[in-house]
């Protein structure tokens, strides 16, 4: 088992997703995490899975990848983060959670039982987490971008839905996905048919379309998580932000100390982010071949 030097400062998430001004963003990021690597040591990060999507047979061999993945990397872990979109879609009554993922579920059990710290951030597909990841695994699970100290490089991290400008339609939307309202009536409706419903939405939706490798990069000036880094780098510094979304693997430097870096997705290509202490590496896992289209 590594050992390794953990340091959280203070445990409650901030709140840098909310409010409608994302320029004001800056203003409540704190430093919330201090994570010191021994010199074997690795932090990495990890983003839509979204585990669950297209069907049932491609997701069962996308998690064994996964599973396969984390087995490789476990010994020098000193964190994994896991930034959002793990999950096509989560939702958590109180007393039931969705069938399926087991696989990824044990192995991440297996991982805490062996003290690897893991988080979790939701991201738009799986905002629906409440307590049961941090009360049965111990993981905690953050809902807006956490900023971190590891060794001395400074990050921001979290999934990136909703930050930056534009994009006003999911802005709106996810007002009413994060409603508790919403949420309130959508639980009264069977799992069997909410989550069915889910699913079809989740097919239907823009974002997996963007799956299916339809996702290109359109210059710095429509990156609308680029613009947001710029945007907050004129006012604090970070070194890495690190967010997913938007399924396409980015390594853009905002001026010559920072650089944003998108982890891309598991659907189609299997990218994240590794951290040795010095450096942030953005790779591919090439672990055994699978065919998921
Ligand atoms: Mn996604």
Not at 108 to 137: C, S, V
Not at 225 to 246: A, S
Request: charged share 25%; proline share 4%.
């Amino acid at each position: 088992m590594p050992s390794f030097f953990l340091f959280p400062i203070f445990t409650a998430p901030n709140k840098i997703g909310k409010g409608s001004d994302y320029r004001s963003h800056h203003k409540r990021i704190r430093c919330t995490m201090k994570i010191r690597l021994n010199r074997e040591q690795k932090v990495y990060f990890v983003s839509d899975f979204h585990l669950g999507t297209p069907d049932d047979d491609a997701s069962r061999k996308r998690e064994e990848k996964i599973v396969r993945w984390l087995g490789e990397i476990e010994e020098q872990a000193a964190a994994i983060f896991f930034v959002g979109d793990i999950f096509d879609f989560w939702f958590e009554y109180d007393k039931v959670i969705p069938k399926g993922f087991l696989r990824f579920l044990s192995k991440i059990t297996a991982m805490r039982d062996k003290g690897i710290p893991l988080f979790f951030f939701t991201g738009n597909h799986d905002l629906w987490m409440k307590d049961y990841f941090t009360e049965e695994l111990d993981i905690p699970v953050y809902h807006n971008p956490l900023s971190m100290e590891i060794n001395s490089k400074r990050f921001l991290v979290g999934h990136g839905d909703g930050l930056g400008p534009g994009d006003r339609k999911y802005k709106l939307l996810k007002k009413l996905f994060s409603n508790r309202t919403c949420q309130w009536l959508f639980k009264w409706i069977h799992p069997d048919i909410g989550i069915s419903l889910a699913h079809a939405w989740s097919k239907n939706s823009r974002i997996s379309n963007d799956l299916k490798n339809e996702n290109e990069f359109k210059g710095k000036e429509n990156e609308w998580l680029y613009q947001y880094c710029l945007d907050i780098e004129k006012k604090m510094h970070f070194d890495y932000y690190v967010f997913g979304h938007r399924h396409l693997p980015l390594n853009l430097p905002l001026n010559d100390k920072s650089t944003y870096f998108n982890l891309g997705e598991w659907v189609n290509q299997c990218y994240y982010g590794e951290f040795d202490g010095i450096t942030f590496h953005l790779r591919q896992y090439n672990g055994y071949a699978i065919n998921n289209n």
